[in-house]
């Protein structure tokens, strides 16, 4: 497969603090790529540092097999950013603004260009009016419409949906989803259920070290330990000992209307349900509910970000 | 390019009200001070006996104080036009979509230098009244009018490429504001240090640093080399600077 950027052992230091440590990652060509991490773990400068606006201390990026550096003219019309801030002239028409962005990278038919990207945003009815009077969600619409105007392959989207209303999140988020048709998107965002939405691969970083990344489903194996499965029973009913399936430990016990739940993780990885369905039954209790826990990707993130800490 | 973020720059100075404040402002107290010069340059035709009465200059007592006001006003004006130039963008973090494009540095500060030497140039049209009034008193000079406008412009970029690189290296306008204009101020200094000192050499090197005797030799209609390099390489000199204070924050 295509990498589109290799990250290779990037570090930077600020006076007395590092920001990002020896981060090492790749993005394949195509693959809407989410980068998570709490906030101040060093995303929007990894990205920054990817987008060749802020340098590195040591490392190498490396970016459709360019090495990304200020000088490096030729990768500014391929990689469109934007930023947590998003680069706005308060004091510009939308339509100037992106006219002027476009003209910016040498696009030839601005016009057509700008239109086009105002049509796919929804910005068409606002085009006359100064940024700095929009709502938020027109301004990261703004945002948006700046780094894509000039067609660029590769995206870096930092937190693009952070702060808006639900419904301008569903559009963004639409639209991203679109966009990867024909563009690499390295997108960047700590609201979990929308990684797990919109992208296949994902790295996560924390305290600027990167903890995990690859694709979602093999970040899902991997920290899959033992077994999870939800068990119910009847209500009233208690759980007997299931020390014959080896070491186990109740995670999380609620009483629901209808039965007492437990999520039950397991030492041993081997499908132990029909064993347990059987013994379950024969010690004369309900069987309500019995299947197998795939970890959220939450629990991944908080794990990788709590217990290292 | 230069034009689109020249063009950039100029619409943005005029979508706000301060260009207009500015230009407002710039005629009333130059008109001001043109008045004053003639009032008293009349007064003092009459108090004088007949005799003598020509004995003073035109030139010298309206012309040439009239321009060297205009470049003390400039120590207001320049300032508060370059002031915001760098300054808001660093601020507002829109330096990125330059350093996002494949846009150099020198374009930047090349195009905001024209920009803001527009906006003088504008400040000086206004006055452009008085060499009608001058014209009409029968001062036909043009050669002296043309090298005065000429060393109020060259004083100008000087102030706006020192007033930009103060821009450049803080994300306040004020403070921005502030160094230009002290930094302004120095320059005047440095010539008034060289009339203080007792060391002809050193006198003549302060002399030649500051900006004032460049300028009075200018107004006065005299246009020597030493001038042309002293004007060229002052603005060469902060406008590099300028371009590595950028360049400090970019990479």
Known sequence: MDKILVVDGVTKEYPGRVAVKEASFQVTKGSIHGFLGPNGAGKSTTMKMIAGILPTTSGEIRLFGQKVLPENRELKNQLGLLPENPPLYEDMKVEKYLQYVAKLHGVKNTKEQVEKVMEELSLADVRGRLIGNLSKGYKQRVGLAQAIVYDAPFLILDEPTNGLDPQTVVELRDFIKKLSADKTILFSSHVLSEVEQLCDHITIIHKGKIRASGNLQDIHRKFRQGLVLKLGIGVGQKLPDLMSFGKYEINHHSTLSMEEQFLINFESETDIRSELGKFILDRGLNLMTLHIESPELEDIFLHMTETKK | ?251
């Open chain 2, 1 to 251: 390019m230069i034009f689109t973020l020249w063009k950039k720059e100029i619409e943005s100075y005029f979508s706000s009200p301060l260009a207009y404040v500015l230009i407002g402002l710039f005629s009333l107290i130059s008109g001001i001070i043109f008045f004053n010069l003639l009032v008293s340059y009349t007064d003092g035709i009459q108090a004088m006996p007949q005799n003598y009465a020509e004995q003073i200059s035109f030139v010298e007592e309206v012309v040439l104080k009239f321009f060297a006001n205009v470049n003390f006003l400039f120590l207001v004006f320049i300032p508060l036009i370059t002031m915001k130039l760098f300054s808001e963008e660093i601020r507002m973090e829109t330096l990125d979509l330059y350093w996002m494009s494949p846009i150099r540095e020198w374009q930047i500060v090349l195009s905001k230098t024209l920009a803001a030497l527009t906006l003088v140039f504008s400040l000086l049209l206004i006055t452009g009244v008085f060499p009608l009034v001058i014209w009409g008193v029968g001062i036909r000079d043009v050669h002296l009018l043309g090298t005065s406008y000429l060393a109020v412009m060259m004083n100008a970029s000087a102030y706006i490429a020192l007033g930009l690189f103060c821009s450049s290296i803080s994300g306040n306008q004020i403070i921005a504001a502030l160094l230009s204009v002290l930094g302004i101020m120095f320059l005047w200094m440095i010539t008034w240090g060289g009339h203080l000192n007792s060391n002809y050499v050193v006198a003549e090197i302060f002399t030649y640093i500051g900006i004032t005797s460049h300028f009075e030799r200018l107004l006065r209609g005299i246009l020597g080399t030493q001038d042309i390099i002293y004007y060229g390489s002052f603005v060469l000199v902060f406008s590099f600077l300028t371009v590595k204070s950028l360049g400090r924050r970019n990479w």
